[in-house]
């Protein structure tokens, strides 16, 4: 299965970002601390490549926290980026933020040379709240579903420090399969682009590899950590529903309701502090998926020369999303 997710706003913020980032001085990537790979919008880096960077893993709180060590040591060794780890419920780190940036642009500041810096990120991914963290009141709206904020907005979080907000962003094509499955789970792409049951195999398939005893411990599966391991991704989501009361007629599991009590879980943090993805595994699925997606495009290219398949009709309209089924 393939999950995409591109409404039309996404097509015009990117349109707004390529224009605006013309006056920033620093870019904030927010990123979500459980999968900070799959979080980093490769459209941004497109966008933004000439201007410094701080990556955020926001939500290091429900992340990790070994991991999060292993990706804030990646992006801290890429030139012109800095990465800190926030909570964003929490006022004094987020407060580092603002001291990262000048660190990062250290000839802006005062009123003559403001610091302008654009804030972005993928849908979900918290930067509302820590907007509000920042501003010390309800400047951006904040929700638990993907694409809150429409539209940019500029906020001053200080006489020389400005703050331009841009809706959340993915990107048209995800080539990494992983991450479209890390994505869905995390909750930021919206639910008709998935199937939940094939979002909580594919979660499933990398907790009971990484974390089999937090998974045995809340779901009092009863078997030892390589049993977890070893056991079918199917059998799990049945046993797990079994054990949640996620119940047909009969005493048949309900395999729907008990792929999205798993989802809410993990999003809730009731499964524990997890993080989905390392900067090798990532690189991996990457290295991968744009082979993959090299090959597909030489394929079909070939069948255009040989007159099988026309060229598409260019068009600046989203493709609707469809719910996939296994």
Request: net charge positive; glycine share 8%.
């Amino acid at each position: 299965m393939s999950i995409q997710w591109f409404p039309g706003h996404m097509h015009l913020t990117r349109k707004a970002i390529a224009e605006r980032v013309k006056a920033i001085d620093v870019v904030v990537e927010m990123l979500d601390a459980r999968l900070p790979g799959s979080s980093a919008n490769p459209l941004m880096a497109e966008l933004t490549s000439s201007r410094p960077t701080l990556k955020v893993l926001n939500k290091q709180d429900m992340a990790d926290p070994e991991r999060t060590a292993l990706w804030l040591a990646h992006y801290n060794a890429q030139p012109q980026t800095r990465a800190l780890g926030l909570d964003a419920s929490h006022t004094a780190p987020a407060r580092a933020l603002i001291d990262a940036c000048f660190e990062l642009a250290p000839l802006r500041g005062g009123m003559v040379k403001p610091m302008r810096v654009l804030i972005c990120g993928i849908p979900n991914v918290g930067k509302s709240t820590l907007i509000n963290t920042l501003k010390g009141k309800r400047a951006a709206k904040t929700g638990d579903e993907a694409g809150v904020t429409r539209s940019e907005s500029r906020i001053a979080l200080a006489d020389d420090f400005y703050l331009y907000d841009t809706p959340g962003m993915l990107w048209p094509r995800i080539v990494v399969p992983e991450s479209g499955f890390n994505l869905a789970a995390s909750g930021a792409v919206g639910r008709n682009a998935y199937d939940d049951k094939e979002v909580a195999w594919e979660l499933l398939a990398k907790l009971k590899t990484d974390y089999p005893r937090l998974l045995d411990a809340r779901y009092q599966l009863g078997l030892s950590s390589e049993a977890v391991a070893a056991a079918a991704e199917e059998d799990l989501l049945d046993a797990i529903g079994r054990q949640r009361g996620a119940l047909a007629a009969g005493g048949k599991v309900n395999g729907q309701k008990a792929a999205e009590l798993l989802i809410a879980d993990f999003r809730a943090l009731h499964i524990g502090r997890i993080t989905l993805e390392t900067p090798a595994q990532f690189d991996t699925w990457l290295r991968a998926g744009l082979a993959a997606d090299r090959e597909s495009d030489a394929r079909k290219h070939g069948l255009r020369e040989k007159g099988h398949i026309k060229p598409a009709k260019k068009t600046s309209a989203a493709p609707t999303p469809k719910r996939a089924a296994r």
